[in-house]
């Protein structure tokens, strides 16, 4: 099966290249002959770039960037390691990626990898607490705290935790958790985790970090902007009222559309419109949607988040709410710590309660990452490319599932499962719904010149 998955990820890649080159191609107006001629090479040789027939040079790369307004990281692909749309990490290689790091000069933590791919937003880890303390005091001299990382952070705890944060005062706090608990925490807060004294053995987490929508071409394009100008994109939502202020003074400066000009357009007095701006008072619905449309824009473009989250969101397991799922009722789902801001980011507990119902009852729009925290196997059975695959993940084992992967999980087990949206979701997504279904594959897989050369 191995051999079987290189073999298709080359051959799928050099399409996937060559698709993508004739995408740039289009966008820049250049038909194969145009290109042939800037770049120093035969017709022929584009034309078999774009079949997925030759590789694209890295030479031939470099020379594009030249002389063409485009970056060089445009020419490259994500690359797909999960040419069956299952990716399985056991736990006897995740305990091969085991190593001990200090703090302090003291063995602190053991990192284990779990399951990841290149697709996939997450970098999950395995993580022991080798410091213990002795109470929960959260300026205890043992705890060695990070500085916080861009990453978002999902936790699953195991055992007797410390978990060890800064809240939004930049103040100093404990949480005491419990095997079933988790927590959330936003980029760079700064944290760190400890095993309490007299637990019966190291407390363990399973730390989900991962990218949402500001990671890759986002990052990349705020550090060529440069952080001096780039900064001014984060607006202010401390509050609703200063989140809508913020916007609309936004949208309507994007538009370079004057406080007079705005009110005149939305019969929305001048005065109101200043106060909104100066997180005097809130506007009513009606004139939201005046205000909206006289920006051309929708309401939800205006509207702030309707919760004000703090950035650290901790849940007790007996916090978590419990149902059923689907109507067959095969899985019992127990929802654990999440943030509405994060509204494509999921995290579950999963019991399973079938073992022999063939149905694959599951499809899911996002990415996947599952870990077996029970003591038993579960069977993963799934459809991909019209073919059927079945494989065991043992105790210990972890997972990474494709999006809209039709799968079911079977037997008597627990898994642990997080669900992220990636890059697509939200916005991304309503541009491409907007695209529509009768172009959407070439929206992904660009297949066609922009024009007909045969036609007049």
Avoid at 239 to 265: D, M, P, T
Avoid at 298 to 305: A, G
Wanted: aromatic content about 10%; hydrophobic content about 30%; proline content about 4%.
């Amino acid at each position: 099966m191995e051999t079987l998955e290189n073999t298709l990820n080359i051959k799928n890649e050099n399409k996937r290249i060559g698709s993508n080159f004739l995408g740039i191609l289009n966008d820049l107006k250049r038909r194969p002959e145009d290109a042939a001629k800037e770049l120093n090479v035969t017709t022929a040789e584009i034309s078999l770039i774009i079949k997925g027939e030759r590789k694209l040079t890295p030479e031939m790369v470099t020379r594009a960037a030249e002389i063409w307004p485009i970056n060089e990281r445009d020419f490259y692909i994500i690359r797909d390691d999960c040419n069956f749309g299952v990716k399985i990490m056991t736990s006897t290689n995740s305990e091969k990626s085991s190593r001990i790091m200090d703090r302090a000069g003291k063995p602190y933590y053991e990192y284990r990898d779990t399951a990841m791919s290149s697709l996939a937003p997450f970098r999950p880890e395995w993580i022991m607490e080798l410091c213990y303390v002795d109470d929960n005091d959260p300026k205890n001299p043992n705890a060695q705290w990070n500085r916080g990382h861009f990453m978002h952070q999902f936790t699953y705890f195991v055992g007797d935790v410390n978990f060890y944060y800064l809240d939004s005062d930049g103040k100093k706090q404990v949480a005491v958790m419990n095997t079933g608990d988790s927590m959330y925490i936003t980029p760079f807060t700064p944290h760190t985790f400890t095993t309490r004294s007299g637990a019966k053995q190291n407390g363990l987490i399973l730390a989900l970090t991962y990218g949402n929508k500001l990671t890759g071409d986002v990052q990349q394009e705020l550090s060529a902007i440069s952080s001096e100008l780039g900064q001014e994109y984060a607006l202010d939502f401390s509050s609703k009222q200063h989140a809508f202020s913020s916007l609309l003074k936004f949208h309507r400066e994007i538009g370079s559309i004057s406080i007079n000009e705005l009110s005149q357009r939305s019969n929305v007095s001048e005065r109101k419109i200043e106060d909104f701006e100066n997180n005097v008072s809130m506007p009513s619905e009606i004139e939201l949607q005046s205000l909206a449309t006289s920006l051309n824009i929708n309401t939800r473009d205006l509207r702030p988040n309707e919760k004000i989250e703090n950035k650290v969101i901790l849940q007790c397991h007996k916090e978590g709410k419990d149902w059923f799922y689907p109507e067959s009722k095969n899985y019992k789902f127990h929802d654990l710590a999440s943030s509405t801001t994060l509204p494509y980011s999921k995290a579950f507990e999963i019991d399973m309660l079938s073992q022999d119902d063939s149905s694959l009852d599951l499809e899911v729009g996002l990415h996947q990452y599952v870990y077996n925290i029970g003591n038993t196997d579960v069977i993963l059975n799934w459809s991909y490319n019209n073919k059927q695959f079945k494989e065991t993940i043992h105790s210990g084992d972890s997972a990474y599932l494709k999006p809209f992967l039709q799968h079911n999980f079977r037997g008597s087990g627990k898994l642990l499962v997080l669900r992220l949206g990636g890059k697509i979701t939200g916005d991304s997504q309503r541009e491409l719904s907007f695209v529509g279904k009768r172009s959407v594959k070439r929206a992904i897989n660009e297949s066609l010149q922009w024009f007909d050369p045969k036609n007049n």
